[in-house]
């Protein structure tokens, strides 16, 4: 299975939303990373075909996502970043509601429903109403109906919103699992939803693709560039209104500082490895998170 974005582009009047994004997705989990407004959103409603590209096309294996219309969307299983619920549903009504809109058969969706209910801790909660439930069980119940369908192609916009840190640990480990032989797009703007299990990163800025990659790949164009400085409180402004700083934490009384900086920051600066929080803030620093 192979979904290709070849020259994917989105137009809003004079504004480019997406510019010529190409992209090749096979089985395994990709990251999608940028800050709010980057484009994040309006590329996967152009994967979804909720949305049509203004030129390029996307296609699953050699075929236009267009042409082939409820084949492609048997296959799709979404989670959208605002997702609508009926508040007086319970949540076992909700998902069997979605199930047939998906066409699913009848006693399969209740099969389904009641496992994945399990999955994402819901089974307790099965018979109470939507209107009841936090925001992070609303996300729960949202990523269940993204997979009733057990699709071959997962897309999720902002999945971890909502979750606590507890939640989100068991929601990676789902995902690592789900990724092994399908299709996953995880999007967000929390590096660490995606740092410890994505086969390959993509880095969105302004509607264009800045970076794609393993996570090696891509963080090595800023090795040599990381720099911890262990200053005092007043040289730690000086360093933050001077660099990119990714963050700072008290020791002993002393602040350290983890800098982005071409050349040594500070006289006693020490460089380290970079991560992908690293490379986030060189991109992302000082832009709508």
């Not at 979904?3 to 004079?14: A, E, F, M, S």
């Not at 949305?51 to 299983?77: D, M």
């Not at 068991?170 to 690592?176: A, S, T």
């Not at 700083?245 to 380290?272: F, G, M």
Request: aromatic fraction near 8%.
């Amino acid at each position: 299975m192979q979904l290709v974005l070849d020259r994917l582009t989105k137009q809003y009047g004079t504004k480019i939303a997406l510019d010529r994004i190409d992209a090749v997705f096979q089985p395994g989990i990709y990251g999608l990373l940028g800050a709010n407004g980057a484009g994040k959103t309006t590329l996967l409603r152009l994967i979804c075909d909720i949305l049509k590209p203004t030129s390029g096309e996307a296609r699953l294996n050699g075929k236009n996502i267009g042409e082939l219309g409820e084949k492609y969307r048997a296959a799709l299983g979404y989670l959208p970043q605002e997702f609508g619920f009926y508040p007086n549903f319970t949540a076992t009504d909700f998902l069997l509601y979605m199930a047939s809109l998906k066409g699913l058969n009848k006693r399969y969706a209740r099969e389904k429903a009641a496992g994945l209910l399990e999955t994402v801790g819901l089974k307790k909660e099965q018979g109470k109403k939507i209107k009841t439930f936090s925001g992070g069980m609303k996300q729960r119940l949202g990523i269940a109906q993204a997979l009733l369908n057990d699709p071959e192609i997962l897309i999720l916009d902002e999945p971890t919103a909502g979750l606590d840190p507890k939640e989100r640990v068991k929601f990676r480990n789902f995902i690592r699992a789900y990724g092994e032989n399908k299709i996953v797009i995880l999007s967000t703007h929390i590096v660490t939803d995606v740092e410890h299990i994505a086969d390959e990163i993509l880095i969105l800025k302004d509607g264009s693709l800045v970076k794609k990659g393993t996570e090696n790949s891509i963080i090595s164009e800023i090795a040599g560039c990381v720099w911890e400085c262990r200053v005092t409180k007043q040289e730690a402004i000086h360093l933050e209104n001077t660099f990119t700083v990714c963050n700072s934490k008290s020791e002993d009384e002393k602040i350290v500082v983890r800098v982005i900086s071409d050349q040594k920051p500070w006289k006693t600066a020490t460089p380290v490895p970079p991560c992908l929080e690293d490379l986030y803030m060189h991109y992302f620093h000082g832009e709508g998170q």
